[in-house]
Every structure is written in structure tokens, then in C-alpha cells.
């Protein structure tokens, strides 16, 4: 008999020998304490005030049947606990599957060469080791957020074309949201975001590129065009004007019919150091009604431009939202956001770099508004990507791009020297009303 069985009768016999005790000494309570003996013989009494014997032992035989009752089902379950272990093994927990969950992305561990099954055990009856019963992907489901992190990162590229893991570059250049750079010096901000560039043109030979920065780089070789990278001035000329530009190019292609949106080559308006010009802006007061007005342009930028193919790539030192044109809940849809962490130490013991833009990113609850999620990254996936990091070089990005995730980039510094072919520089150069000089076009 089931056990649900069991408990529901053993409770209406003790329910009927509570009602069966309580009628026998009501009748019981009825009888005259002086009644003489002889009335009780003669039976003068009605029926249902003799029955009190009746009800008592009644009462009695429905208590001892609902003790049996509950002692059985005590010793069957004593019984079943005492049986032997079953011949399958138990799946151990880090292996068994992690509930579906859209709140964390992490790559599953690789099969090791002995989970393979043995054909040799499956001829005896065995069940391999590998195949995890129905009950046991039940019991081994992992948690959310796990004490001890495991996170599994593939094997170093030789070259940097051939990793997997340079894919996230490739959805970078694909997409048509803004994107932010966000480090501090030595975390290999410089390299990732030459890589971005030369991805962006390998996917878009005719994509239009300008930079602004405060620093003379040659820019996969888009310094050699005029006006394509120039410096910002102390006065920030430049930078208005860059601003000004690609705002004025958003603004015409938003006039466009929407039939003529979809073939849209991108423009892409670099704007390097962008900490130190904006905090130079924000802190001089001539200034402050054109930096408000820069503001509300890149605002206008990074919310629209993704219609039109339109987008500011900003790399910065530290990561302000307001800053950004973008301060609101819905910056996520209108940026991606890359946020990178790597310690350089060089021959004197001079150690540059860190992880602190990678924690500032993810405590931002408009850049990770689920604490759950937070949590995860923060403490599942981040200590062993740094551990992995300080021991390769290798730098750590956090990005928003589809769920916010964490993961090791390969070694990027083929960026540095990369040039970009002649062909797409000439392409560019024409397409800013120039020429590209003599010494490059050959």
C-alpha cells in the first residue's frame, strides 16, 4: 500500500477513536453515579447508555490499528534505506549539466579521454560511466553561483587569425552599435582596438574611418591619409569638429529613405583618450556650454547611429556613462561595451595595468542590472580568468555584446605592426575628398 496510502487511514483511525471515545464518555457521564445494580440487570437502561463499553473498546482497536500502521511504513523505509548502493555510479557535480539558465554563458569543461565508454564493459551488462541516468542529472544540477570556479578556457592561438576566441572582434566590427573601450595602460587596450580596425575593414573594405586622439599613432597605417588622424588640440578644435562630422553624416543618412538604409557602408569615428579630453572639458568653464552640446551630439550618436551604421569607437581609461551621452538603463542597447584587465610588469619591475575597469563595468547596475548575474561573474568567472592572465599575458575582457560575459582574449600584439593593404587605404583616402601621398601609393 502506498505510503500516502497508509497516512490517510492510520489518520481517520485515529480520528474515529477520538470520536468513538469522546460518544463512550458522554454516554458514560449520563449514568446516575448511585444507579443500583439491579437496574443495570433489568436492563432499564436505555441501549445507547450500555454501549459505553462498547465505544471504549472501539475507541482502543482504532488507536492500535493507526500505531500499526505508522510503525510499517517507519520499518519498510528503514528496510529500503538499509538496501545496497546500485551499480551506476554517481555522476560528480562539476560534470553533470547546469540548469538552462540565460543568466551566465560559461563554456562547458572538455571531455577527458577516460569519460569515453568501454565497449568491453558494456558486453558484461556494466553501465558506462559516461551515460548519466535520467535521476542523477536531477540530483548533480550545479548552482547559478558555485564556491569553487571552474571555467575552462581554450587552447592559446599560434597567430591571430586563427582564434576562436578573436571572434568577439568580428562581432564587434559586424555590429552596428557604438563601441567603448574602457582600461587603464598596460591591459592591451591599444592592441585590441587595432585589431577591431583591421577586422572592421576586413569585413567592410569601404568602411570610412577617422581618429581623434592625443597620442601620434599610425593606426594600421590611416595616419598616412590627410585628416584621417589628427591630434587634438589644447584648444579642442579637433575634437568639436570630429564630433560635428560624423554627427552631420547620422543626421543625412537619417533623412535617407528607409530602402536605401540597408547597404549602408559604416562610419566609425575613433575617438582616443577620451577620459582626459572629457574630464579637461567638465572642469573649464568656457567650455562648458560646447561640452554640453558635445554631450547631447554623442548622445544623438549612440542611440541612433545603429539605424543608420553610424557609431563612435571611444577608448578610455575610465568608464562614466554621463560622460557618454548615455546615462540611463538603456545603455546596453545602444553601446558595447569592452572593458579589459591584464597586469604588465617589464625588466625593472614596473607593473602597470589591472582589473579595476572590469569590476567598475560589472558593479554598474546600467551595465549588469541582475545581482544574480553580478554575483556570477564577480566570483565564478573572473578569479580564474585573472589567474589565467597574470600566468599567460593574455588580457581578461568583460563585454556586454549579447549576455555580459567574461573571457580570455589571444595574444593581439600583431596589431601593432599590421598594415592596412594598400587598396583599402586608397578606397578611404578618396572617399575623404583626398589623396593618399605618393610614398604610400606604391
Not at 577620459?275 to 562648458?288: C, D, E, F, G
Not at 558593479?363 to 578569479?383: C, G, H, M, S
Request: proline residues 8%; charged residues 20%; hydrophobic residues 40%.
Amino acid at each position: 500500500m502506498p505510503p500516502v496510502l497508509k497516512n490517510l487511514l492510520s489518520m481517520l483511525c485515529l480520528l474515529g477513536a477520538c470520536w468513538s471515545g469522546l460518544n463512550a464518555a458522554q454516554i458514560q457521564s449520563v449514568l446516575p453515579a448511585d444507579a443500583p445494580t439491579e437496574i443495570m440487570q433489568e436492563g432499564t437502561i436505555p441501549v445507547e447508555q450500555r454501549s459505553n463499553t462498547l465505544g471504549f473498546g472501539l475507541s482502543g482497536l482504532l488507536f492500535v490499528l493507526a500505531i500499526a500502521m505508522q510503525l510499517d511504513t517507519v520499518f519498510r523505509r528503514e528496510e529500503q534505506g538499509s538496501l545496497p548502493p546500485t551499480s551506476v555510479p554517481a555522476a560528480p557535480l562539476t560534470d553533470a549539466p547546469v540548469a538552462s539558465s540565460n543568466l551566465a554563458q560559461t563554456p562547458p569543461p572538455p571531455s577527458s579521454p577516460q569519460s569515453a565508454p568501454d565497449p568491453n564493459s558494456q558486453q558484461n551488462g556494466e553501465v558506462p560511466s559516461s551515460v548519466a541516468p535520467a535521476v542523477q542529472t536531477l540530483v548533480a544540477v550545479a548552482p547559478i553561483i558555485q564556491d569553487s570556479p571552474v571555467y575552462t578556457v581554450p587552447a592559446t592561438a599560434t597567430n591571430g587569425g586563427a582564434a576562436t576566441r578573436e571572434d568577439i572582434l568580428t562581432k564587434f566590427a559586424a555590429s552596428p552599435l557604438g563601441l567603448v573601450f574602457t582600461a587603464p595602460p598596460g591591459t592591451g587596450k591599444t592592441c585590441t582596438e587595432l585589431a577591431y580596425l583591421a577586422k572592421l575593414f576586413e569585413q567592410s573594405p569601404d568602411a570610412i574611418v577617422r581618429v581623434v586622439c592625443r597620442k601620434k599613432d599610425a593606426f594600421l597605417g590611416l595616419a598616412a591619409i590627410p585628416r584621417c588622424v589628427e591630434l587634438i588640440d589644447p584648444q579642442f578644435e579637433v575634437f568639436f569638429e570630429a564630433i560635428n562630422w560624423i554627427h552631420g553624416i547620422l543626421h543625412q543618412r537619417l533623412g535617407m529613405p528607409v530602402q536605401q538604409r540597408g547597404s549602408l557602408e559604416p562610419v566609425r569615428q575613433v575617438i582616443g583618450d577620451y577620459y582626459s579630453t572629457a574630464n579637461s572639458l567638465s572642469q573649464q568653464k568656457k567650455y562648458r556650454d560646447r561640452w554640453e552640446e558635445t554631450k547631447a551630439k554623442l548622445g544623438d550618436i549612440n542611440t541612433l547611429g545603429r539605424e543608420v551604421n553610424v557609431g563612435a569607437v571611444i577608448d578610455t581609461h575610465s568608464f562614466n556613462t554621463a560622460a557618454l551621452g548615455v546615462s540611463d538603463g538603456n545603455i546596453r542597447d545602444c553601446l558595447n561595451i569592452a572593458a579589459l584587465g591584464k597586469i604588465t610588469r617589464d625588466d625593472n619591475g614596473r607593473e602597470d595595468g589591472g582589473y579595476g575597469s572590469i569590476f567598475k563595468a560589472i558593479n554598474n547596475k546600467l551595465v549588469v542590472d541582475d545581482d544574480t548575474l553580478r554575483q556570477q561573474l564577480l566570483k565564478r568567472d573572473l578569479p580564474p580568468l585573472q589567474e589565467q592572465s597574470q600566468q599567460t599575458g593574455q588580457p581578461v575582457l568583460f563585454t556586454t555584446m549579447g549576455t555580459p560575459r567574461l573571457m580570455l582574449l589571444p595574444d593581439l600584439r600583431w596589431a601593432e605592426t599590421y598594415q592596412l593593404p594598400r587598396a583599402t587605404l586608397q578606397r578611404l583616402a578618396a572617399k575623404l575628398g583626398t589623396s593618399l601621398p605618393e610614398e604610400h601609393a606604391t
